[in-house]
């Protein structure tokens, strides 16, 4: 199995170096690696004290800073080096004034895995959700530099499980801790003898959420576009997502308008979804005057205002549910008690089946049954509000899994 994973590297960095030569998004993840030592050796000051924390995306990133704000606090003596392995992670992040350092993780291998730690040489470890590396986490293991999962998710299909999953069970067996967001996924891993060092902390985008809903400040553009109409607002949407709600919007109200905010916003994906919506105003036309109080649509051009955007929405609709990778993050709109429609691809997601299985969002699985829940949700405000209201007490009470995991960390020792 390790010969057959060596040869997933190779082929995968082979890959990536030939799609860089025409996609800029390969390009940044080729380039982003290239002389990787120079740059950390040149970066990092000498005689600190580091944890690492290591993120897949922008997303994981989201759910580790509370737990960074957690860690700041307490352990300030430490600096918090924060790895990505995505372009976009590392592109959205790579000033965040919450981490001291910055970089994208080298590619795995037993060579990169052992010059990385003797360079970085983090006291703690911290993978966020996922993101399992072989030599990185047998590295970690020998060098017995303690490493934590924190909002951990498992299901009874993923290859750790299977009977050809040897060698992932044996990067599990590398781990310290493992910080579980829900009891399926304690469950499962009970199922492969990993009983002990296990807690069920819950999610830190719970925590997350809640700390930019206790801080979100008004948006004038957006006051404007409103104009006291109900939004329906679409976050991180691809264009399966997109012509799906072209479908459902032909019978929005006239006292309702619609936010999109695509996922990708290159200049093609946004004329694209211009042309969907025929009329629309992009966010970039609006200025301080009245600019699109008289638009159904207003199309968000740029990056990092969705989270805000929330605020002023009545309903949500989430994209990624309608392609392979899945959902994006219900919990942003269901902090601020909108109702979610999303996409039927969110099996991965232990708060998206949570949720749904208590009805307080909905999945659909085409244009007719969105249009059917959107409908039922618009025309009722009875039932939408109680559906905020529920939303907003169990957003309230799932919040607290990075006190849970600090915690533990005191308990255990891990950082003097």
Known sequence: MLILYNLFLFLYFLSARIYGLFNSKAKKWVDGRRDWEDLYRNTLKPGEKRIWIHCSSMGEFEQAKPLIEELRAQYPAYKIAVTFFSPSGYEACKNNALADYVFYLPHDGKRNAARFLEIVAPTLAIFVKYEFWYYYLVQLKSKKIPTLLVSGAFRKGQVFFKWYGGMFRDMLGCFSFFFLQDMESENVLATIGITADVLI????????????????????AIDNFKNGHKILIAGSTWPGDEDVLKDCIESLPADWKLIVVPHE????HIRRVAQLFSGAILFSELDAANTGSDKKVLIVNNIGMLSRLFAYADVAFIGGGFQKGGIHNILEPAVFGAPVIFGPVYE???????LAALKYVFPVANASECKEVLNKLITDEEYRGAISYALKEFMKNHTGAAAKIMGAVEREGWLE
């Open 348 to 354: 991965k997601f232990v708060e998206a089946k949570e």
């Open 201 to 220: 902390s819950g999610d830190t985008r719970y925590d997350r959420v809640a700390t930019i809903a206790g801080k979100v400040t008004p948006i004038t």
């Open 265 to 268: 916003i290159d200049e093609a």
